[in-house]
């Protein structure tokens, strides 16, 4: 059973930043894409980031892209959302999951989820 713990989250101001983690445990191929996601209250879950399995090659969400950058570290089945420049509209619950094969953006072709980690941005 696959299994993905997120870190990381918490309040900052405007501006701030912070470092999301997520780690998997468990038994999978070798190769698969991971994803971030985010969900603010009385809305749908929402793409943020991608990253295939080499780090090579990584999509974003237009309203973040270049501020919040993803990587990943295989030798420590961890993978990275630095989050830049937070802004209120940032305030979600951010999920990180992970992709055998399938479009980047739409959650309901990840194949496992963590339990999500919340961000609170105050302005």
């Known amino acids: 059973q696959v299994q993905l713990v997120e870190s990381g989250g918490g309040l900052v101001q405007a501006g701030g930043s912070l470092r999301l983690s997520c780690e998997r445990s468990?038994?999978?191929?070798?190769?698969?894409?991971m994803g971030w996601f985010r969900q603010a209250p009385q809305k749908e879950r929402e793409f943020v980031a991608a990253?295939?399995?080499?780090?090579?090659?990584?999509y974003y969400a237009d309203s973040v892209k270049g501020r919040l950058p993803i990587s990943r570290d295989n030798a420590k089945n961890t993978v990275y959302l630095q989050m830049n420049s937070l802004q209120p509209e940032d305030t979600a619950v951010y999920y990180c999951?992970?992709?055998?094969?399938?479009?980047?953006?739409?959650?309901?072709?990840?194949?496992?989820w963590g339990q999500g980690t919340q961000v609170t941005v105050s302005s």
């Open positions: 999951a992970l992709q055998y094969s399938g479009r980047a953006s739409a959650p309901a072709q990840y194949n496992y």
């Open positions: 468990g038994r999978t191929f070798s190769k698969y894409n």
């Open positions: 990253i295939n399995w080499s780090g090579g090659y990584t």
